[in-house]
Antibody, heavy 118, light 108 residues
Framework: EVQLVESGGGLVQPGRSLRLSCAAS????????MSWFRQAPGMGLEWVGF??????????QYAASVKGRFSISRDDSKSIAYLQMNSLKTEDTAVYYC?????????WGKGTTVTVSS | EIVLTQSPGKLSLSPGERATLSCRAS???????LAWYQQKPGQAPRLLIY???NRATGIPDRFSGSGSGTDFTLTISRLEPEDFVVYYC?????????FGQGTRLEIK
């Protein structure tokens, strides 16, 4: 069964950092791009960024709202994708989802909640 | 970036009726990179349609997608009670990924 499980969410103060993980199973992880999305309470879906698979050099692309603060990496040997979030702001409060793919997202994790508050 | 505008924002229909949801792009989108998702309360989105018109695995055939260029449509031919949730269109382009603001289907 193809599965994605996010972890690492929680309550963090503004200006601090947090790293989310996304553990994948059931598919050849290294062959696929992995994306991160978020959804603030009561709001729509927002793209955060993605990292391409090894055939495309693992290159990354980010939304303007997080560029320079967030970074995505991957460990293909462990089938884990990471979202490193620095200089967090209150407006980064959301449920964060990792997904397989980037043209379209056919597998989603259940999400992990990040709350940025003092 | 490409802005996707979904209409209507809310659609009130009855079970058994046909639903037509629109997604209009601010500039042309390759059909290959247009997708539709369904999101139920408290759950992650689920892929319904990719490549503008291809049903994802396990999606009932009452869901269909069409369109090209700047105008795309998701049609649900006969609404079931579980279909009354929120739907998003999404595109991928050189500047990244954007979503429409969503259409909420509610029971009339």
């Amino acid at each position: 069964e193809v599965q994605l499980v996010e972890s690492g969410g929680g309550l963090v103060q503004p200006g601090r950092s947090l790293r989310l993980s996304c553990a994948a199973s059931g598919f050849n992880f290294g062959d696929y791009a992995m994306s991160w999305f978020r959804q603030a309470p009561g709001m729509g879906l927002e793209w955060v960024g993605f990292i391409r698979g090894r055939a495309y050099g693992g290159t990354t692309q980010y939304a303007a709202s997080v560029k320079g603060r967030f970074s995505i990496s991957r460990d293909d040997s462990k089938s884990i994708a990471y979202l490193q979030m620095n200089s967090l702001k209150t407006e980064d409060t959301a449920v964060y989802y990792c997904t397989k793919g980037y043209y379209y997202m056919d597998v989603w994790g259940k999400g992990t909640t990040v709350t940025v508050s003092s | 970036e490409i802005v996707l505008t979904q209409s209507p924002g809310k659609l009130s229909l009855s079970p058994g009726e046909r639903a037509t949801l629109s997604c209009r792009a601010s500039q042309s989108v390759s059909s290959r990179y247009l997708a539709w998702y369904q999101q139920k309360p408290g759950q992650a989105p689920r892929l319904l349609i990719y490549g503008a018109s291809n049903r994802a695995t396990g999606i009932p055939d009452r869901f269909s997608g069409s369109g090209s260029g700047t105008d795309f449509t998701l049609t649900i031919s006969r609404l079931e009670p579980e279909d009354f949730v929120v739907y998003y269109c999404q595109q991928y382009g050189s500047l990244g990924i954007t979503f429409g603001q969503g259409t909420r289907l509610e029971i009339k």
